[in-house]
């Protein structure tokens, strides 16, 4: 009788050549039966479920106790046993011993390191009987996690070749715990008969699998790897190294139109993103993409969603300190472009290149000028010339052709107080030419006649007299363009405001900063008013003092804020361009303030008036003289 026993919980193996073996003679007092028959022992040696393929060293002892008790026979030693897809197989003869007696099993490998490890339970050899032993351990090789081995002993089963009564030998069929199917291959089968080991191979430390694709999750692999999962996670790759370059995933491909990583967001619903880039660290990269190439076109990231509110690429920074970066594209070709956004027509109208909301910016950067930013706290900001040493960051707006070839439209010089030039007229809806005076009274309001404050020439007041010498012009009501109300006359008024928001600013607090910006600006129109200097701006009238007719200039009045006919020299805000006859109201003025003469129907009139008076001045002197006839 030939009893098979399996060093592998669910395993069953390729027979080999027996290995034999020789063993040392029992301890004093151990039990000697009149049964003597050779065990044919099959086992396997695995790592994280992958069979072992170095070499291995055995101890197996007989006991007529499951615990403690007294050992049977001799203990059998094989040594630097050669592993076969982590199987061998050995005949082991203990000599005499009886029907039932308990076989125990030590191992280690590599042969020759280390310390033995037993199995534990012991199991019973024997017919009818079957059970498995199980051990788990490290310390064999802790660079490599555990190892495991276990023992099975299965009740046999009988072939015969001839007559029933004469067995030629027994093998193992299974076992009724699960540990081991029928076979006669060289894999590891589980419990539903497939091959689980075909294929894999390991060389020292390295595992590796050479038999297909493997999945997980799904029982057709389409590729090398095939992940399926339904949670929050299909796929967590985790590098620990806490200094130094690595990378959690590494990804390379070297066909002419092949993606090192391509990730898709299937979903044509909802906020799904095709790559999802975070980075923890004060100075990390949510999204790191580079284009190497020397020549030709080149993309650092490029990111693409399908869906109808997807992002194709995302980079969320969330440190709250440091220089962190959700997206970083970088391109090393002199064609290349590190960001390029561009609306592409897809059965729709009206596509958006770049829609984006702004929190903290988009920084830039360049190796010939200046450093910048773009960046949204509430409007859009564009920050350059980050160094004030350079002096050649410009912002330059081009069309007809990339910068150099195509033509220059717009630019806004470097400096504190930076020019602006256009290739092209600027249009508004204004309809005059305003420079911004200070005021003291706040009820000054659009469309007031307003003369100069003798001086102080920078303040204006409401005119309140006839032909008034110190005439200045009209507060605007719709300019379209005012000169003397920029960023000077915000800060200048308040110097209080000025300090609190630079200060917020340098802080970092935006939503502050831009806060207090408002409160200067509003500030600073309530300071001053926009005075008309040239075009057309509804006036406040008078037409007690004369009917007005269009063609007829005008100048200021009696009544305060508004303005008359003119009907002789003086100074003059400009021409009518409306007739109003009676009462106060407002009409279109041609803004032309200076000083006016008569035109010539009144040149002509008042010569005529005063012929007529020099006549008769001469008749009253004869009068007087008695020359009168």
Avoid at 8 to 19: I, Q, R, W
Avoid at 209 to 220: D, K, S
Wanted: proline share 4%; net charge negative; aromatic share 8%.
């Amino acid at each position: 009788m030939r009893v098979c026993v399996l060093l592998a919980a669910g395993a069953a193996f390729m027979l080999g050549t027996p290995v034999s073996a020789t063993g040392s003679e029992p301890v004093s007092g151990a039990q000697e039966s009149g049964l003597s028959s050779p065990i044919v022992y099959r086992g396997q040696l695995s790592y994280l479920d992958i069979p072992v393929t170095t070499s291995a060293d055995y101890r197996f002892r007989l006991y007529d106790l499951m615990e403690d008790g007294e050992r049977v026979g001799r203990e059998i030693a094989l040594e630097e046993v050669s592993l076969e897809g982590g199987a061998f197989e050995a005949v082991l003869d203990f000599g005499a011993m009886a029907d039932g007696a308990w076989i125990e099993v030590d191992v280690r490998s590599p042969s020759g390191d280390g310390a033995y490890t037993t199995l534990r339970p012991r199991q019973r050899v024997g017919k009818g009987l079957s059970g498995v032993a199980v051990s788990d351990w490290d310390d064999l090789a802790p660079t490599e996690g555990a190892r495991r081995a276990s023992g099975l002993v299965a009740a046999p089963t009988v072939e015969n070749s001839g007559s029933s009564d004469q067995p030629e030998r027994e093998i193992v069929r299974g076992a009724p715990n699960g540990g081991g199917t029928s076979g006669t291959s060289g894999h590891d089968q589980g419990a539903s008969g497939g091959a689980r080991g075909a294929g894999w191979v390991m060389s020292g430390s390295t595992v590796f699998y050479t038999g297909g694709n493997v999945g997980i999750g799904t029982a057709a692999p389409n590729a090398p790897l095939h992940v399926v999962g339904s949670g929050a996670r299909a796929l967590r790759v985790l590098n620990t190294p806490s200094s130094g370059s690595g990378w959690g995933i590494f990804a390379e491909a070297n066909g002419n139109n092949s993606r090192a990583l391509f990730a898709r967001a299937n979903r044509t619903i909802g906020q799904n993103y095709g790559v999802f880039g975070q980075s923890m660290s004060n100075r990390g990269t949510g999204v790191f993409g580079q284009a190497n190439a020397t020549a030709g076109i080149t993309f650092g990231v490029t990111g693409v969603s399908r869906a109808g509110s997807g992002t194709g690429v995302r980079g969320l920074a969330t440190n709250p300190g440091g220089s962190n970066i959700g997206v970083y594209g970088e391109t090393s070709s002199p064609n290349g472009q590190a960001a390029m956004f561009r609306g592409v027509p897809n059965g729709g109208d009206n596509p958006q290149a770049l829609d984006v909301l702004i929190h903290n910016g988009i920084y830039f950067s360049s190796a010939t000028f200046a450093d910048g930013w773009v960046r949204s706290d509430w409007d859009l900001e564009f920050a350059t010339d980050l160094t004030p040493t350079n002096s050649a960051a410009w912002y330059r707006f081009w069309t007809n052709g990339n910068p150099g070839v195509g033509t220059e439209q717009f630019r806004i010089a470097d400096g504190d107080e930076a020019s602006v030039l256009a290739d092209g007229s600027f249009v508004t809806n204004g309809i005059d030419y305003a420079e911004a005076f200070s005021v003291s009274d706040q009820g000054i309001e659009a469309g007031d006649v307003v003369s100069m404050v003798r001086g102080d020439w920078d303040n204006i007041r409401v005119a309140s007299r006839g032909y008034d010498d110190m005439l200045l012009g009209v507060v605007s009501t719709r300019p379209g363009f005012v000169a003397g109300l920029s960023f000077d006359q915000e800060e200048a008024a308040s110097a209080q405001l000025t300090g609190e928001r630079d200060a917020a600013r340098a802080a970092g607090q935006s939503d502050r900063a831009r806060a207090l910006t408002v409160q200067m600006r509003e500030l600073a129109e309530r300071q001053h008013r926009p005075i008309a200097l040239a075009g057309r701006v509804p006036v406040k009238v008078d037409a007690s003092y004369g009917a007005i007719r269009a063609g007829d200039r005008l100048t200021s009045s009696e009544t305060p804020g508004h303005a008359m006919v003119q009907t002789r020299p003086g100074p003059s805000l400009g021409i009518a361009l409306e007739d109003f006859e009676v009462g106060l109201g407002v009409i279109t003025l041609l803004v032309q303030p200076g000083w006016t003469g008569l035109s010539d129907q009144q040149y002509d009139e008042l010569e005529a008036r005063n012929a007529e008076l020099e006549g008769r001045l001469l008749l009253l002197e004869k009068l007087i003289l008695g020359d009168a006839p």
